[in-house]
Structures are given as C-alpha cells and as structure tokens.
C-alpha cells in the first residue's frame, strides 16, 4: 500500500514505468531487467519529487506488488469452506453513483439510510476506510461495517459498494458495506425515531 504522502510520486511512477494498476501483464513486461529499470526510474524520480532513492524504490516494490499480487476478495474458492454471507458484499456490481440530485450534506441527512452507493476507497487507516461516494467530504467505512471482509483487504483507488447511514451533527458520514444492511447510525435514528 501506498502512503497518501507519496501518491503524486506514485502516479508518476506508474507512467513512466508505463504500468496499469489492474494489468500485470503491464509489470510483467519488464521482469527481466526490472533491477536495471527499476533504479533509473528511481533517479529520476529522486530529482524531481525530491525524495530519496530508497523511498522512490519503496513506492515502486509496493506498486508492483499490489499489481501482481492477486487481490485475495476476488480469488477463486478452491474446495474450502466458503465465508459466511454473500458474495456480492461491499461489491461495486448493483451499485450506482450518488443522485446528482443530492449535493448536500443536509440534503443527504434527509434520506438516510441511502443504500448501494458506489464510493472510492481514499485511504486505509487502523480504524477503518475513508471512502469517497460523490459529495464534498469522504465518509468514514469503520472496522466495524466491515462485515466478513478484512480491512487489509481494501485497496486505495478501488471501487466498493456502500450504504450512507448516518451524518453526524459536525457532518461527519458514517457507512456500512453494501448487503450488509445495518440500521441508520446513532444521532439520526433517534432524531428520525422523535421526528415520526
């Protein structure tokens, strides 16, 4: 994984090295001399992001890595027992953007539970994902609206399914995995329980 300081290195990385982060074939292609490529790239990439070589090499062994290495939500289930609960949960299939229609956080308040959302993982932390689903700020996916999928497993740029469940009085958004169908969040189950 990437950290969110080293994302424009990342990016440029991944042009001049001319990769695709869903392709391994676009990694693959350079195996045999990727040594060689591997610390050119890096040079360049010390002037002109000013960091240092080992950090440049750092930023491209963990893109090679999340490019060739399969993501483990996706592997085939090979005669084990399988997870408890359904496939598709937290998958981006069945899901839509959010209606243009809802462009505030006020707006959004007013339709909560909103559910089977598309969002953008932003960034992984101890606690949880910020997820990205189409308004101003991100929303926070806790730990714990995880469901059987494994925090590690989120990668940063990678589309989930999500259901928008509660916004709290500062405007902070919490989410839930798509199929999991937890209830409206904290604050707003009882003002919406009050309100009728």
């Not at 809802?102 to 539970?113: A, C, E, F, G, Q």
Request: hydrophobic share 40%; proline share 4%; charged share 25%.
């Amino acid at each position: 994984m990437v950290h969110p300081e080293s994302y424009d290195l990342a990016r440029w990385l991944l042009k001049e090295l001319r990769w695709t982060l869903n392709d391994a074939t676009s990694v693959k292609k350079d195996i045999d001399a990727k040594d060689e490529i591997w610390k050119a790239t890096s040079k360049k990439a010390c002037k002109k992001f000013d960091v240092s070589e080992d950090r440049a090499l750092s930023v491209i062994e963990h893109l090679f890595f999340s490019i060739t290495s399969p993501d483990p939500r996706t592997r085939k289930n090979s005669g084990a027992a399988s997870t408890s609960g359904p496939s598709n949960i937290g998958s981006a299939a069945g899901c839509a953007a959010l209606s243009s229609n809802i462009s505030t956080v006020d707006k959004l308040r007013d339709i909560l539970p909103h559910r089977n959302v598309i969002g953008t993982v932003r960034n992984v932390v101890d606690f949880g994902a910020f997820v990205d689903f189409g308004l101003e700020c991100d929303g926070l996916l806790h730990r714990s609206k995880l469901g059987p999928i494994n925090l590690g497993s989120l990668l940063v740029g990678q589309d989930i399914g999500v259901d928008i469940l509660g916004v709290s009085n500062d405007n902070k958004i919490s989410l839930g995995l798509a199929g999991l169908n937890f209830p409206v969040d904290g604050a707003d189950a009882k003002k919406r329980n009050f309100s009728g």
